[in-house]
DNA sequence: AAAATAAAAGATAAAAAACTCTTTTATTCC
DNA sequence: GGAATAAAAGAGTTTTTTATCTTTTATTTT
């Protein structure tokens, strides 16, 4: 469904904003532990982040990610289009080049139904609502 | 959402399905330009298809694959499992290894509903269905 | 039986995705 | 200002996916 970079930067978002709730921000090294990613890895997701404003960064001691109150806003959507891009949004189910209304393709319309609550789910999700989740400790994003 | 090899898999399939209701058989080739996939790729997805018995092949000149009729039964969920595997039926939208009713991930409960969609779109869409769909002209497959 | 045809199998190559390492730049603390 | 810290940037490497090329095997036609 998601590429790897765009699971571990949804998870890392997270995790930042969780940390961030408290007030403190949080270098990479503890967000690839907290998300079980490769560290470097999760360096180059998050300067990606950074630079699409999803997360904020600050360098030097005392320094990491954090993401700013009213980016708690953020939904999943918002995140999976930063790091895939939107094709969920448009691709065809078969990989048809041309699959519209006007020209569909067997599965078209069927399909623009799941996609459509799919679609929903992902913006109506946003982070700040995951950390109300989490802290209820009924939801978890744990790798164990 | 799926591989290329599924794609191409799923419009093989259903080209193969066509001819053989005209009670031929059709070559790799033909195949691959009227889904417009490379050539000795498709040769390697046919084979694999073969081997699972989606399609059944036939060596040597007037040779080439066909669809028997009690085939024309399967599924795209069918064709997804033998050359995407399961992961669309277990795997976590965010990848987590542990993600469960008992233990859910944030978005767990909203996503069983959109795949339980999911996969009853491709469980009950049939090879045979598509065939008529095709036939009636408001549908098509082709990459143009 | 020989020639022709077409899939099967095996081996290789190219591109993309996932992951790693090193150097540079910005910030803070002393 | 100098040392320490932590992200940014750049340059690899590895693995997986996608694609190509060549040889072998099975079948048919003559």
New interface residues.
Partial sequence: ??S?SC??A??AV?CISQKSREGSRIGVKEVAKNIDAPEHFTAKILQDLSRKNIVQSMKGPNGGFFVEKQDLKTS?ADIVKAIDGDK?YN?C??????CSQK??????N??R??KK??IA?LEN?KIE??NE??DSG???????
């Fill in positions: 469904m998601f790897k699971e571990y949804i998870k997270i999943l969920i691709e189910v078969l990989g048809l080049k041309v020209n569909p393709c067997p599965v078209h069927e399909y139904e799941i609550n799919l789910m999700n609502h995951f989740m989490i009924k939801y978890h994003l744990k790798m164990k």
